[in-house]
C-alpha cells in the first residue's frame, strides 16, 4: 500500500490560507482544499471536479499517494490498486487479508466492495490518515474492514504474540511516505514476521518500483524468506508487484494466471480487466546474482534507488 491546520479566531490567518488553497488551482491535479503536516507526513488532498489526489510533498518528483474518483469510486486512477489484485490469482477465495498502508483506501476498499465476506485488517501508523481517508477519499469503515493504527511491522509482531491468532489468505504490502517504503518493513526479518502470519497456501503482493537496483535486492530479499517470488509489472508505470506464495501455494506460468483471472472475471465482474493484470506476469525477470539482500542491519535503500538497474532474465 502512504494539510494546513485550521486555527478559528484569526480572520488574517483563514485568509492566509484562502489565499494559499486558491493559489494552488493552478496544479494538475486542482484545487489544493486540505492541507496539513502530520507526526509522520505532510498531507495535500486536491480536488479537480470528483477526482481527488492525496499526496505527500508538493515536490514534482513525489508520487501520487491515492487518487479517485467520488463519481464512480470503481474506476481506479492509479495502476497500481488495479495491479494489488493479483494476489487472487494465487487465492481466489480469501477468507482473511492484511493490508499494511491505507492512504485514500482504495485497495481494502475495492476488495471489500468485490469480496463482502472478507475480513480485512488494515494497519496505518498515522491516525490523521485515517481522516483523511474517511472523509475525502469515500473510505468507510465496517465488521468486516478494521483501520489500526499502528506501525505495519508492530502489528504483526503484536498479531504473533495472539494464542490462536488466524493467519491471513493475501498479505498487501503498500505502506509508504513520501519518499520510498519505510525500510524497516523491507528487510529479511520483517518479511520472516510477515511469512509468520501468512496462511500456508496464502500469498504476499508488495508494491514496489522496478527501475533501480533496490528492486534487485527487493526481490533477492522476497526469495531469500519465501524460496520463491514472481513479478508482476506495470505498464503505465514504473510500479510492480512482487508475489511470494506460502509453501503450500504454487508458481504461476503466464498461461495459467491467465486462465485464473478469466475464472474470476466472471465470477467477480471487475469493473477492471483481471485478464489484463494477470498477463502483466513476467517469469523471466530475476534479481541481479551479485546484489545482497536487505536485513535490518543492512538496507542501503537510498543509495540502491540511484543505481540504474540491469536487464537480468531467465536464460
Same mark, same amino acid.
Given at each position: 500500500?502512504?494539510?494546513?491546520? /485550521?486555527? &478559528?479566531?484569526? #480572520?488574517?490567518v483563514?485568509?492566509?490560507?484562502?489565499?494559499?488553497?486558491?493559489?494552488?488551482a493552478?496544479?494538475?491535479?486542482? /484545487?489544493?482544499?486540505?492541507?496539513?503536516d502530520?507526526?509522520?507526513?505532510?498531507i495535500f488532498?486536491?480536488?479537480?471536479?470528483?477526482?481527488?489526489?492525496?499526496?505527500?510533498?508538493r515536490q514534482?518528483?513525489?508520487?501520487?499517494?491515492?487518487?479517485?474518483?467520488?463519481? +464512480?469510486?470503481?474506476?481506479?486512477?492509479?495502476?497500481?490498486?488495479?495491479?494489488?489484485? #493479483?494476489?487472487?490469482?494465487?487465492?481466489p477465495?480469501?477468507?482473511?487479508?492484511?493490508?499494511?498502508?491505507?492512504?485514500?483506501g482504495?485497495?481494502?476498499?475495492?476488495?471489500? @466492495?468485490?469480496?463482502?465476506?472478507?475480513?480485512?485488517?488494515?494497519?496505518?501508523i498515522?491516525?490523521?490518515?485515517?481522516?483523511? &481517508?474517511?472523509?475525502f477519499f469515500?473510505?468507510?469503515?465496517?465488521?468486516?474492514?478494521?483501520v489500526?493504527?499502528a506501525?505495519?511491522?508492530m502489528?504483526?509482531?503484536?498479531?504473533?504474540?495472539?494464542? +490462536?491468532?488466524?493467519?491471513?489468505?493475501?498479505?498487501i504490502?503498500? &505502506?509508504f511516505?513520501?519518499?520510498?517504503i519505510?525500510? @524497516?518493513?523491507?528487510?529479511?526479518?520483517?518479511?520472516?514476521?510477515?511469512? =509468520?502470519v501468512?496462511?500456508?497456501?496464502?500469498?504476499?503482493?508488495a +508494491?514496489?518500483?522496478?527501475?533501480?537496483?533496490?528492486?534487485?535486492?527487493?526481490?533477492?530479499?522476497?526469495? &531469500?524468506?519465501f524460496?520463491? #517470488?514472481?513479478?508482476?509489472?506495470?505498464?503505465?508505470?514504473?510500479?510492480?508487484?512482487?508475489?511470494?506464495?506460502?509453501? +503450500?501455494?504454487?508458481?504461476?506460468?503466464?498461461?495459467?494466471?491467465?486462465?485464473?483471472?478469466?475464472? /474470476?472475471q466472471?465470477?467477480?465482474?471487475f469493473?477492471?480487466?483481471?485478464?489484463?493484470?494477470? =498477463?502483466?506476469?513476467?517469469p523471466e525477470? @530475476?534479481?541481479?546474482?551479485?546484489?545482497?539482500?536487505?536485513?535490518?542491519?543492512?538496507?542501503?535503500?537510498?543509495?540502491?534507488?540511484?543505481?540504474k538497474?540491469?536487464d537480468?532474465?531467465?536464460?
Open positions: 500500500m502512504r494539510k494546513v491546520v /485550521l486555527i &478559528a479566531g484569526f #480572520c488574517v483563514g485568509l492566509w490560507q484562502l489565499l494559499f488553497v486558491n493559489a494552488s493552478g496544479d494538475e491535479w486542482g /484545487l489544493l482544499v486540505h492541507q496539513e502530520s507526526l509522520y507526513h505532510g488532498v486536491y480536488k479537480k471536479g470528483s477526482v481527488v489526489t492525496l499526496r505527500f510533498s514534482p518528483a513525489v508520487q501520487v499517494q491515492s487518487q479517485v474518483d467520488l463519481s +464512480n469510486l470503481q474506476d481506479h486512477r492509479l495502476e497500481y490498486t488495479v495491479m494489488s489484485f #493479483c494476489g487472487l490469482l494465487y487465492k477465495q480469501p477468507r482473511r487479508m492484511l493490508v499494511l498502508g491505507l492512504g485514500g482504495t485497495i481494502p476498499r475495492e476488495m471489500h @466492495h468485490y469480496f463482502p465476506a472478507l475480513e480485512i485488517d488494515v494497519a496505518e498515522d491516525p490523521q490518515i485515517r481522516k483523511i &481517508a474517511a472523509e469515500g473510505f468507510t469503515e465496517d465488521n468486516r474492514m478494521r489500526n493504527i506501525d505495519g511491522r502489528f504483526i509482531k503484536q498479531r504473533l504474540r495472539k494464542e +490462536n491468532a488466524e493467519k491471513y489468505d493475501i498479505v504490502l503498500d &505502506a511516505n513520501s519518499d520510498y519505510p525500510f @524497516h518493513l523491507m528487510t529479511k526479518e520483517f518479511l520472516d514476521e510477515v511469512k =509468520s501468512l496462511a500456508e497456501d496464502g500469498a504476499v503482493v +508494491n514496489v518500483f522496478q527501475n533501480n537496483r533496490l528492486f534487485d535486492a527487493e526481490l533477492a530479499t522476497f526469495i &531469500a524468506v524460496g520463491r #517470488c514472481q513479478v508482476f509489472v506495470g505498464t503505465y508505470s514504473t510500479n510492480a508487484m512482487l508475489v511470494s506464495p506460502g509453501p +503450500n501455494g504454487k508458481i504461476l506460468t503466464v498461461q495459467e494466471a491467465v486462465s485464473q483471472a478469466r475464472i /474470476l466472471r465470477k467477480v465482474n469493473a477492471f480487466d483481471m485478464v489484463t493484470v494477470a =498477463s502483466r506476469l513476467r525477470i @530475476h534479481p541481479d546474482p551479485q546484489i545482497k539482500i536487505l536485513t535490518d542491519d543492512r538496507a542501503p535503500v537510498n543509495w540502491l534507488r540511484e543505481q538497474r540491469k537480468v532474465t531467465a536464460k
